[in-house]
């Protein structure tokens, strides 16, 4: 039956590519339902148009050629020098450390290590995974359960799962076949078990399981609770949505996300605005304030501007107040 498929179909995704290639499109095909009159599978059209022009090289969405896609996305990842500015000794050693196991993934995946920008992309992991933790909080609002939205080939995981913290739940969300199956690989390449709905179906469910990604594709946002997320990433991937799809992106980030959740963006926001949309502007009218933005130069000083975005609490907002002896209200929002 069109859907239905066992954890076995990506047993050998890496080396047979095309059983999962064909479960994701009958999936894709079934849930017409659920995907809110948008073509998800044509959600980064910039893309697209730049394969079309040839600005990236031999990438591809569309089409899934297993382990070979993981090379590639490790390629994508420009081959040149990424500015950084966050100097310390426990930051160095987390750039070996994402280095050393997307190492070990690719060796894993029959792949060759050498020349496939491994350097880039764990100084791009390191400088995400402590951008996103590194701001004193209170405890209601350190991340428990995260959201990697437009997950590329998946790297965010790489030190979320490797590095002391307090998650219980991840969770990975893509639209298009190719990103959404070279993640699936990449995380059973890092020794990850994979909660995925192309498996489960309308079971799939987010439960706190140790070294567990619970994978989703974009067109079920729904399918995640209301206020029940502590973190929402989002780097290089909100600026290159259609309006409408922003639009409703956002919309279930707003109720996805726990009062005082936050948003971590990282893009260009500074030149690179495909859809045209301010969305600081948009943001602020979703009700999210600017929490942290450094003062730093795109492409000289970091390779993205990082920001955090938070969905604030009232009390947070006017001052804050007690109800009864010492007891603090329940959170809401606006």
């Known amino acids: 039956m069109p859907g239905i498929a066992t954890e076995d179909i990506f047993e050998n995704i890496g080396f047979d590519p095309a059983p999962a290639y064909a479960h994701f499109k009958a999936v894709y095909e079934r849930d017409a339902a659920h995907r809110n009159a948008f073509d998800w599978a044509d959600s980064w059209r910039h893309l697209r148009n730049r394969l079309a022009q040839g600005a990236l090289k031999d990438m591809m969405f569309e089409d899934f050629i297993g382990a070979e896609h993981l090379a590639r996305m490790f ?31 690719l060796i894993a995946a029959g792949l060759d290590p050498a020349g496939r920008n491994i350097a880039n992309v764990a100084l791009y992991n390191a400088q995400d995974y402590r951008f996103q933790t590194f701001l004193p909080v209170p405890e209601r609002q350190r991340i428990r359960t995260f959201v990697d939205f437009g997950a590329g080939h998946g790297r965010q995981a790489n030190l979320w799962f490797a590095l002391p913290n307090s998650l219980d739940a991840f969770i990975a969300i893509d639209a298009t076949p190719a990103p959404y199956l070279t993640q699936i690989l990449y995380y059973r390449l890092l020794g990850l078990e994979v909660e995925d ?138």
């Open 197 to 334: 709905y192309l498996v489960r179906g309308e079971q799939w469910k987010v439960l706190p399981r140790p070294g567990t990604v619970h994978h989703l594709p974009s067109w079920r946002l729904d399918m995640i609770a209301d206020q029940s997320v502590d973190l929402i990433c989002a780097v290089q991937v909100l600026r290159e949505l259609s309006k409408p799809m922003l639009v409703h992106a956002l919309t279930a980030f707003r109720r996805m996300l726990k009062p005082g959740g936050s948003l971590y963006i990282r893009d260009h926001f500074g030149f690179h605005s495909v859809n045209q949309v301010d969305l600081d502007r948009l943001l602020l009218a979703f009700g999210f304030v600017v929490e942290w933005q450094p003062n730093v130069v795109d492409r000289v000083d970091v390779h993205g501007i990082p920001r955090i975005w938070r969905l604030p609490e009232v009390e947070a907002l006017i001052g804050g107040f007690r109800e009864g002896a010492g007891q603090a209200p329940p959170s809401r929002t606006f």
């Open 75 to 105: 390629g994508w990842i420009e081959n040149s020098h990424f500015p950084n500015f966050v100097q310390d000794r426990a930051f160095d050693d987390s750039i070996a450390l994402a280095a050393e196991r997307d190492r070990n993934a």
